[in-house]
């Protein structure tokens, strides 16, 4: 689901520092990579740190929003840097890659399961197959399954990160949890200088098997699960379901 301009550009308020992400994927990347693929690259903040990092990134996005404050950012980082980065606004099962060229594709913060749909999602991760080389990798930060239904209570939040002098920003969420469909929707109000706007994100979770099983149906070979970002093997109740698939 595309963003809209109010929460693009303060979107990353709302996010901690974003270099240990860079530093997970350049890992899971390997010493000799060069080409990488974000497909939901939103903001652009973590492809512009593997670009200052010498990486070549693509990054594909359906939100012209967010693409826009992506944008921005490529034109701040000077042209050494923006050079590296390519920016695409489209579905990612659907612009032109070019065939067995990335080394590594990621997807950050649990973009992936705005992907509803097991079509949606088949034909996406076989888009991505196609683009990477012969043992490039995909990896991705998914949430785990829902373990109980249920509605959280609404929270207001401040931004993580300094707000730009003269914006007041607060963000009022809360969450309902649907472990039989195991849907995850997070409701925001978000109120900048006094005015608000209203979103609403509906997330598919989903089972580790049935990740496994997807990345298996799109032609990927090995398929491992990782709790964190240290790589210790996934186990029940791991915070985060991190997904590594090998082509």
């Not at 990477?132 to 509605?151: C, D, H, I, N």
């Amino acid at each position: 689901m595309p963003y809209d301009a109010d929460i693009a550009a303060i979107y990353d308020l709302y996010f901690g520092p974003r270099e240990p992400e860079a530093d997970l994927w350049a890992r899971l990347a390997g010493p000799a990579a060069t080409h990488l693929l974000e497909p939901m690259v939103g903001t652009g903040e973590v492809a512009l740190l593997l670009a200052e990092r010498g990486y070549c990134v693509m990054g594909v996005d359906l939100s012209a929003p967010m693409l826009e404050v992506a944008e921005g950012r490529v034109r701040s980082a000077g042209p050494e840097v923006a050079e590296r980065v390519k920016l695409i606004e489209g579905d990612i099962s659907r612009v032109v890659l070019p065939l067995d060229h990335f080394d590594l594709a990621y997807v950050s913060h649990g973009s992936w399961h705005l992907l509803a749909e097991y079509r949606m999602r088949i034909e996406a991760l076989q888009a991505v197959r196609r683009s990477l080389r012969p043992g490039g990798k995909l990896a991705m930060e998914l949430f785990p399954p829902l373990k109980a239904s249920g509605q959280s209570e609404p929270r207001a939040f401040r931004p993580f990160r300094p707000a730009p002098a003269g914006l007041d920003v607060v963000k009022t969420s809360w969450m309902e949890r649907d472990a039989v469909g195991q849907v995850l929707r997070i409701h925001e109000v978000l109120r900048v200088n006094g005015r608000e706007s209203e979103n609403d994100l509906f997330l598919q979770l989903l089972a580790p098997g049935q990740v496994e099983a997807e990345c298996r149906k799109a032609g990927f070979g090995s398929v491992e699960l990782y709790g964190g970002f240290d790589l210790k093997p996934y186990a029940d109740g791991d915070p985060m379901m991190l997904t590594v698939a090998t082509a």
